[in-house]
């Protein structure tokens, strides 16, 4: 596999053109330019930053063949019957866990995201909305021990780079079962557990990018590791 050097500037004008063409005849048209400038591109960057995680964390993978999220949309509930989609991701999850992410991803882990599109690129870091038993089970991490999640997401170094926690699905009331007046109270409404960080586009179409992915990844490790401790993911020294 050819070494990552960025998304050209023909990956954003595909997505650009899909999004105002978003049908089989288009896609199928243009599709070299996905494969070539988009899927090639984003498995030899999930292939280095694979290694580069190796030195990083250890316990969290990245596999071309499957950290990849398909273009395919699933229009089985949804209104929006566009088939694809006009973005794309790659996921680096713990190698004891599951690859997939979300409610349906029993067993899913904390991990790293990327994410590219015309409009904005950017790194995340967590786990978002996981099922009901993983949700638990980090909410109680919370409620034992509330000062360890405040500890890394409010240290002043992580706060300046990511900001607070990502607020999506936030709950209203703290949960049943919790205390209503627990000092971790914003925390325990939280229904997904990330931080993300843009990328400028300059930095998307270059080799620049694996070095910033790295940064931003390796910064995201406390919040990473203490989600996965929550679920019952070790931390590693090496891939050994």
């Not at 988009?38 to 499957?66: H, Q, S, T």
């Not at 978002?128 to 000062?147: C, H, N, Q, T, V």
């Not at 930095?203 to 990018?209: E, M, T, Y």
Request: one cysteine or more; a positive charge; proline letters at 7%.
């Amino acid at each position: 596999m050819a070494s990552f050097d960025g998304f050209s500037p023909a990956a954003f004008r595909f997505f650009r053109g899909l999004a105002r063409n978003n049908d089989k005849p288009w896609f199928e048209k243009n599709r070299p330019i996905y494969e070539t400038e988009i899927r090639e591109r984003m498995r030899a960057l999930i292939e280095e930053m694979d290694v580069r995680l190796g030195e990083i964390a250890p316990e969290i993978i990245g596999d071309p063949r499957r950290s990849m999220f398909r273009i395919n949309r699933d229009i089985r509930f949804s209104k929006d019957k566009s088939p694809y989609k006009t973005n794309a991701g790659c996921w680096f999850y713990h190698r004891d866990a599951g690859k997939r992410v979300g409610q349906e991803a029993e067993g899913g882990s904390a991990g790293f995201y990327f994410h590219f599109e015309p409009s904005g690129c950017f790194a995340a870091g967590g786990i978002w909305m996981p099922p009901r038993g993983s949700l638990a089970k980090i909410r109680d991490a919370i409620a034992e021990a509330p000062r360890t999640l405040t500890g890394i997401v409010g240290a002043p170094a992580f706060k300046r780079r990511f900001g607070p926690l990502d607020s999506e699905a936030k709950l209203t009331r703290v949960p049943r079962g919790y205390d209503p007046e627990h000092p971790a109270a914003d925390y325990l409404k939280l229904q997904s557990f990330t931080v993300h960080r843009e990328i400028e586009p300059a930095v998307v179409g270059s080799r620049r990018l694996l070095g910033r992915l790295s940064a931003d990844f390796e910064r995201m490790l406390p919040l990473v590791r203490w989600i996965n401790a929550a679920l019952g993911y070790r931390a590693a020294k090496s891939r050994i």
